[in-house]
Structure formats: structure tokens, C-alpha cells
């Protein structure tokens, strides 16, 4: 909970808790010089939805879908830009404007790409690019702006959220292509064609968003979320999960020579180019039709082709540059990659154990011998973790894993990890909660279910601490039960 107020400690025994306020190289194989050209025509098979916007301005009102499946948008408020990305553009005021697509758009789907470009004139927290569900308890969300300030896809289906959160922090006034793919278990976030983020572990399908109804453009199902405020283009909706080559070969199919080899310039990049221990995989084509050739300062340490040959033990590293050409029709720019080529030998990390005579430790067993290393509940101490609410002070790159938001009902809420005005200069981040729960019977809670559940004992004694603020009235009560898996509360 969130103010301008002083935090107060507040302490309780229990056999566990539950914490509560009241409540994105597989490249596809191709013939030579058709590269694109496959990739390009495979992903239009799986094109069921496209928002070009290049409609003519009379029609105000309508989206129009150029992927020939009729699924035509209803635009509110908003205006249609000249110098969009490729051709026109949609922009949204940041103050009830928005596009709603039809209903049950993601009906059978098993696998989907998301995917538009978007240039933001200002950035909110829990903006919406895209937000498809029934209200606030089944949807696919991805916003530009999450709690960190960071791009993150957010999916529920009744249960707690499941999450793709990126490091990744968006410009100002520049034409970003955002793209997501879902596809079973594994979902992946891409920003202009890289993938930022993935969650390999999601156990909500594609399928499972089937009958949902409310799918919008620049809108959150959330009431209170701000809407979106910039211009947005080239839309998208597909029946598969893109490549990592797929999405960018689609991102740059309207772009000029020039821009496509801008991008690629841009987009081109090498593994661990600091660390040459084996040979590279140098490629020849890149996204959108162009071609790309290579040169290399040290033929002998690594050669156009990409063969690396090391340097012998103790003859040291050695430094190469390779330089990429990257054309497209006339167009031309090149990129110098500097690379590390380790010498033979060399290992990632060594442990040294002096064993000298005169420093003896412990006595040990003529019998046992071993380095042993114990790490319990991600403690890494060498001994038993005894906490057991896992990321208890918000400090994880994800600050909210392992913390979902509950409601009981018509209560909701929104969940966010700030870092002004904290605790103290060791507890840097906090969670605030912003509640609304009208009716008795309504409640907000939020929930940790500690490292893979909580090991509890029957009988024992539990410590539990927790600081708490309010940004208005003081806290009137603060419950704290403990459940077990099926929701029986037992303590």
C-alpha cells in the first residue's frame, strides 16, 4: 500500500502465510536467391489479420483487415495519419481512443503471432497495445509499460497470471515493431526483430482463450489503465507462431532498399563474440531480400567463411575484425565485428585449492574427500534457507514473481513494485496495491506460495514480519491466512 506516510512493523506467529490486503538460429532452408521471398510467402498463409490503415479517411469508423478474412476492426476516436510507418498510420489520443477487433478472434487457435508497429508519444504504466479477454479474469495482455517500465505479456485464465517480462524500455517518438508468439508452453517477446524475452513454462495454451469476447487495440480491460497514446501501424494477427527469421523478414517487407538495409545493419549480430572458441556461423542472407558478404583482417585466426583456428597455449588471445557488407539492390552499408578468438587451453573458470602442508585445516577422514555444495531454497550459503516466502523484498529481475493478485467477488485490483520513497537504502523496492472492493463480501488479496509451496510443520512455530503504509487512511485490518493447495484455509 501506497502514501506519503511512515511504515509502520507489524508482526505475527503462524504456521505459514499467504499475504493479503482486504481484500520470444533456426533458420527455414531455402533454394538459392528465394530466401525471402519463402519465408514471406509461408507466414502470409497464417495471416488472418491485417490493420494497414490505409483506408480512406471517410471511413472513419471501420479498420480495414487486408488479410481477405473479413475481420474488419471498429476504430473510437482517433485519426488516420498521412507519414505512417508504410503509407498511413492510426493515431491514438491517450484519452479514449481505440480499436475493437471482432469477437472471438483467437477461437481454435492452438499457436498466434502479435505483432504491429507502434511509436508512442508519451508512456504510462499498464498501457495496452494489445489486451483480448473477458474482463479481469481471462485475457491476453501486452503493454509497453509494465510496473518496471518495461515491455511484458501478461495471460490469465482464472488462475494467477502468467508472464513474459522483458528488460527492455521502450523510446519516445520512434516506430518500434513489438511482436509476441505463443505457442503451447513457450511464449516470446521480440522488439525490431530480437527477442527480449521468453517464457518457456506457460501451462495456459492459446486454445484456452477460446470464447473470449473483448479484444481491443490501445485499450485495457481494466477501467482504470490509461490508453495508449501514439501512432500505431501494420497490425497483425497470425495463425502460427513466427521464427525469429519469419518476423523479421515481415518487418521489413515494406520497407525500401535503403531502410532494409539500415535495419539489418542494425539487426546483425554474432554469439558471444568475446569468446571465440569454435567456429561461427557467418550468415549470407539477412531479413528482407538482402545479401550479406564478409571480410575478415586475420585469414589465419578466422576466415570468411567462419572457421576459427585458436591460437596455441601461451601464444595469448588474439583480436580479428570481421566486416559485413549488407546490400540490397544499391543499396550498401557495412558493419565491423570485433571479435576475441581465446587461445587453446583457456577455460571459462578455474578453482585453485592450495593443499600446503603447513596450512592444514580441519582434521578429515582418510576415507572421505569431495567438495560438497548445498543450496537449499536458492539460499547459496552453504546451509538451510530457514525463510519461506520466496522474493520477499520485490528484488527479483521479475519483481513480481512469485506474486499474484486474487480477488473474491466484485472485488479487484492492480499490483505494481515501486522504488520511491522506500523502506530503507537495503529495501530499495516495495509492492503497492491499489484496491477496490465495494461490497462485504468482496475481497483483494495478494498471494506467495514460497519456494515450490511452504514446508510446514504441524505443531511448530512461525515467525512471520511485514511493514505496511497506507497513502490515505490508516490500515484497518490486515488478515493473514495460510491455505493449502485446493484453497482450504488451515491457519
Not at 476516436?77 to 498510420?89: H, I, P, Q, T, V
Not at 487457435?109 to 495496452?128: G, I, N, P, Y
Not at 479481469?136 to 501478461?154: C, H, I, N, W
Not at 472492493?437 to 504441524?458: H, K, M, R, S, T
Request: glycine share 12%.
Amino acid at each position: 500500500m501506497r502514501g506519503k506516510w511512515g511504515w509502520t512493523a507489524c508482526g505475527a506467529l503462524i504456521a505459514a502465510v499467504v499475504l493479503a490486503a482486504v481484500l520470444l538460429n533456426a533458420r527455414l532452408h531455402k533454394e538459392e536467391g528465394n530466401h525471402a521471398a519463402a519465408l514471406y510467402g509461408q507466414s502470409l498463409d497464417s495471416l488472418m489479420l491485417r490493420y494497414s490503415f490505409d483506408e480512406d479517411a471517410a471511413d472513419a469508423g471501420d479498420a480495414k483487415d487486408a488479410s481477405g478474412h473479413e475481420n474488419e476492426g471498429l476504430k473510437t476516436g482517433g485519426s488516420l495519419e498521412s507519414d505512417g510507418k508504410f503509407g498511413a498510420s492510426y493515431r491514438l489520443g491517450g484519452a479514449g481512443d481505440y480499436v475493437e477487433l471482432p469477437t472471438a478472434l483467437l477461437g481454435g487457435l492452438e499457436e498466434l503471432t502479435l505483432s504491429a508497429w507502434m511509436k508512442a508519444d508519451d508512456l504510462r504504466t499498464w498501457q495496452r497495445l494489445f489486451d483480448f479477454g473477458n474482463g479481469q479474469d481471462r485475457y491476453l495482455f501486452l503493454t509497453p509499460m509494465s510496473e518496471s517500465g518495461k515491455v511484458k505479456v501478461a495471460i490469465k485464465n482464472g488462475g494467477g497470471e502468467q508472464i513474459i517480462h522483458s528488460t527492455t524500455e521502450l523510446e519516445l517518438n520512434s516506430w518500434t515493431h513489438i511482436a509476441f508468439t505463443w505457442a503451447g508452453s513457450t511464449g516470446v517477446l521480440y522488439v525490431n526483430g530480437r527477442e527480449i524475452a521468453r517464457n518457456d513454462e506457460l501451462s495456459i495454451k492459446p486454445s484456452d482463450m477460446a470464447g473470449t469476447t473483448s479484444y481491443y487495440i490501445g485499450k485495457s480491460q481494466y477501467d482504470v489503465d490509461p490508453y495508449l497514446s501514439g501512432e500505431i501501424d501494420e497490425v497483425r494477427l497470425y495463425a502460427k507462431a513466427l521464427t525469429a527469421d519469419e518476423i523479421a523478414d515481415q518487418l521489413t517487407s515494406g520497407m525500401t532498399d535503403e531502410e532494409a538495409v539500415a535495419y539489418v545493419s542494425d539487426w546483425l549480430a554474432l554469439p558471444s563474440t568475446d569468446r571465440v572458441v569454435e567456429d561461427l556461423n557467418l550468415p549470407k542472407d539477412g531479413p528482407g531480400g538482402t545479401s550479406i558478404m564478409w571480410m575478415t583482417d586475420d585469414e589465419k585466426a578466422v576466415s570468411i567463411e567462419g572457421a576459427v583456428t585458436r591460437p596455441g597455449e601461451g601464444e595469448g588471445d588474439r583480436s580479428v575484425t570481421l566486416t559485413a557488407t549488407i546490400s540490397k539492390g544499391k543499396a550498401q552499408a557495412a558493419k565491423a565485428v570485433p571479435l576475441l578468438v581465446w587461445e587453446e587451453g583457456v577455460v571459462d573458470y578455474a578453482v585453485t585449492i592450495d593443499a600446503s602442508v603447513d596450512q592444514q585445516g580441519a582434521p578429515v577422514s582418510e576415507t572421505l574427500y569431495g567438495i560438497f555444495f548445498e543450496d537449499i531454497n536458492y539460499a547459496a550459503d552453504g546451509g538451510v534457507y530457514a525463510e519461506l516466502i520466496e522474493n520477499r523484498s520485490f528484488e527479483f529481475a521479475d519483481p513480481l514473481w512469485n506474486w499474484a493478485l486474487r480477488t473474491e467477488g466484485a472485488g479487484d485490483g492492480l499490483l505494481a513494485v515501486l522504488d520511491s520513497e522506500p523502506l530503507n537504502s537495503n529495501n530499495t523496492h516495495y509492492l503497492t496495491m491499489e484496491i477496490n472492493a465495494p461490497a462485504a463480501g468482496d475481497a483483494v488479496a495478494v498471494v506467495n506460495e514460497g519456494f515450490g509451496g511452504l514446508a510446514i510443520e504441524q505443531g511448530a512455530t512461525y515467525d512471520l514480519s511485514v511493514y505496511a503504509r497506507s497513502g490515505g487512511e490508516a490500515i484497518s485490518k490486515l488478515s493473514i491466512v495460510l491455505e493449502t493447495e485446493d484453497g482450504k484455509r488451515i491457519g
